[in-house]
Structure formats: C-alpha cells, structure tokens
C-alpha cells in the first residue's frame, strides 16, 4: 500500500531535550515536506527537500533541522524543544517537478513540550 | 508574508443545501489544491487547479481558480452528511513552497 509514516504519532517531551520525528515513504517520491498544523494558523510549510540532499526553507523553519540522507525518509530534527512548537505535525511527498501532483500526507504527529 | 485568506472558517448547514468556501490571496499562484482533512488524519487532496479560470468538478463538488490565479472557490451542491469535515485551500508558488488556508470546518446536519 502506498503510503506516508510518521513515528511517533504522539510525543510528550520536556524543554530542551532534543526529538526526532521520522517519515518515510514508499512510493519513491522524490518531493518531501514537513508542515505544522495549529488551530487559526492553518497548515504551515517548515522544510521541503527537492530530492536526495537538497533541502530548502519553508514559512517557519525557525527552531527546526532536516535531513534528506535518503529518498525515502525525511527526518525533522528538533535540536531544542520550546513550548512554541507543540503543534500537530504532518510530513508529506509528491513526484517532484510538477505544480499539479499529488501531495501525500501522513496521518500526523502530535507534539506536545512542557 | 503571503497569506491565503479562507471563508467561511465555520459553516453548519443542512443536508441538501448548497455551499460555497472560498480562498483568496494577493499573490498569484501556480497551482491550487483543495484537501479535506477528517479528525486524526493528514489531508488529502480533492482536486487541483493550475490554469487561470479553471473549472474542475467531482460528483456534487465544483472547484474554480480564478482568471488571476490569486482565488478560487469550491461549491456542494446538495450537501450530505458525509460532506461534514475540514476544507483546506492550497496555493502553490511554484513547484515545491505551498501556502495553506486556515480552513473551514463543514458540518451537514440531517
């Protein structure tokens, strides 16, 4: 089956102690993208990697690190958890090069820093 | 900051009624998506939207992109429960940075 995973899908952690969330698709995409999701905000566009080692900012890439090591997994890092970043997180991928594919969402991962 | 401006953000209606959610922007766009989102999963797509003017319909769902390629709107006809659910609009800028409504939640009551 075609699909996006995320893992965690939930996570309660402290200020400052370092998480990784990963995603990882089989469906050899080489467009992948990590999103926030907060209530009134919307979705929000973090990082995006283009392919293979190549990564690029998106709207609010403050506080968070990317990794593109690999096509299938696209790992967002992290480094200092604050409390501004408990939100629902989303990863996503697309065949790249077209404006009209398809983003595939996985089912989200719930963060929450104290 | 390019901001995509969605309404309405609540709209509770009932069944067999007509609807229509729209999206606008002061940016222009290269393509624009609609996704509906259910409680506890990511979205998925429902339609895209590239060319100035476009109109694509699914069942009892019309999508439109404006001439400008800076709006769009979607229109239920016939609104069913099965409707109920959070839109969400997409702009794209370019191939690979996306810009996300804030979303309106639908409920169809029978």
């Known amino acids: 089956e075609a699909q996006v995973t995320q893992n965690p899908r939930y996570l309660i952690t402290v200020t400052g102690k370092k998480l990784t969330v990963t995603c990882s698709q089989n469906m050899n995409h080489e467009y992948m993208s990590w999103y926030r999701q907060d209530p009134g905000l919307g979705l929000r566009q973090i990082y995006y990697s283009m392919n293979v080692e190549v990564t690029d900012k998106g709207d609010v890439p403050e506080g968070y690190k990317v990794s593109r090591k690999e096509k299938r997994n696209f790992p967002l890092i992290l480094e200092s958890p604050s409390p501004n970043q408990t939100s629902l997180y989303f990863c996503?991928?697309?065949?790249?090069?077209?404006?009209?594919?398809?983003?595939?969402f996985g089912p989200g991962t719930r963060l929450t820093v104290t | 900051t390019q901001l995509l401006e969605q309404s309405p953000q609540f709209l509770s209606i009932q069944e067999g009624e007509n609807l229509t959610v729209y999206c606008n922007s002061s940016?222009?766009?290269?393509?624009l998506q609609w996704y509906r989102q259910e409680p506890g999963e990511g979205p998925v797509l429902l339609v895209t939207?590239?060319?100035?003017?476009e109109v694509k319909k699914l069942k009892r769902l019309t999508f439109q992109f404006g001439d400008a390629r800076k709006d769009s709107s979607l229109h239920i006809t016939a609104a069913q429960p099965g409707d109920t659910g959070l839109y969400l609009c997409?702009?794209?800028?370019?191939?690979?940075?996306?810009?996300f409504g804030t979303g309106t939640r639908l409920k169809v009551l029978a």
């Open positions: 940016s222009v766009f290269s393509s």
């Open positions: 996503a991928s697309k065949i790249a090069g077209s404006r009209a594919s398809e983003q595939y």
């Open positions: 997409a702009g794209g800028l370019g191939t690979y940075k996306y810009i």
């Open positions: 939207v590239v060319t100035g003017g």
